[in-house]
T-cell receptor, first 114, second 114 residues
């Protein structure tokens, strides 16, 4: 099946720094990708929809200035957590698919903010 | 409001037994449902899906049942194996068109006892 990769798989950073997470579709093009966040023992919560060539669409309650999304090409979306704080520590997962009906999830990125 | 939830947070079964994981959804406009399996530290893995014009769909060792009358979804796993131990999530499309955006339920942890 289709493969979606994320980089890095884990990252530890100091409070106040920014962290960039990449999501790539390896064998298909995706005009839309999705970013989710998952806290321990909780479900996935959609953060935003990444749109190639246009601005991302954020879910209610998600700060667009804190979670910067750039869909630079048809195979790459990046999520930058700006001025990270310990409460931003979470598992960040992206999804993409060749069709809207078929979403493949990346392996996730574990962010720990000290 | 829109939500997808699960009845039981943890299900413990004996190896070889059948497992049934339940899910309730509240958005009657949703027309596409998916079950995902998530192992610790990994992204969700697609198991099986079903559209609202169907009430049953079978895969390899798995069956999904959809009851639109009571807005209930279930995943049946036959002959459960230790490798089936994971968290299982149901998800629905947003109900506002097929965008690829998914709403996840809270998840059920399946524990398979050898």
């Amino acid at each position: 099946g289709a493969v979606v990769s994320q980089h890095p798989s884990w990252v530890i950073c100091k409070s106040g720094t920014s962290v960039k997470i990449e999501c790539r579709s390896l064998d298909f093009q995706a005009t839309t990708m999705f970013w989710y966040r998952q806290f321990p023992k909780q479900s996935l919560m959609l953060m935003a929809t990444s749109n190639e060539g246009s601005k991302a669409t954020y879910e209610q309650g998600v700060e667009k200035d804190k979670f910067l999304i750039n869909h630079a090409s048809l195979t790459l979306s990046t999520l930058t957590v700006t001025s990270a704080h310990p409460e931003d520590s979470s598992f960040y997962i992206c999804s993409a698919g060749p069709h809207a009906d078929t979403q493949y999830f990346g392996p996730g990125t574990r962010l720990t903010v000290l | 409001g829109e939500s997808v939830g699960l009845h039981l947070p943890t299900l413990s079964v004996q190896e070889g037994d059948n497992s049934i994981i339940n899910c309730a959804y509240s958005n009657s406009a949703s027309d596409y449902f998916i079950w995902y399996k998530q192992e610790s530290g990994k992204g969700p893995q697609f198991i099986i899906d079903i559209r609202s014009n169907m009430d049953k769909r079978q895969g390899q060792r798995v069956t999904v049942l959809l009851n639109k009358t009571v807005k209930h979804l279930s995943l049946q796993i036959a002959a459960t194996q230790p490798g089936d131990s994971a968290v299982y999530f149901c998800a629905e499309n947003s109900g506002s068109g097929n965008t690829g955006k998914l709403i996840f339920g809270q998840g059920t942890t399946l524990q398979v006892k050898p």
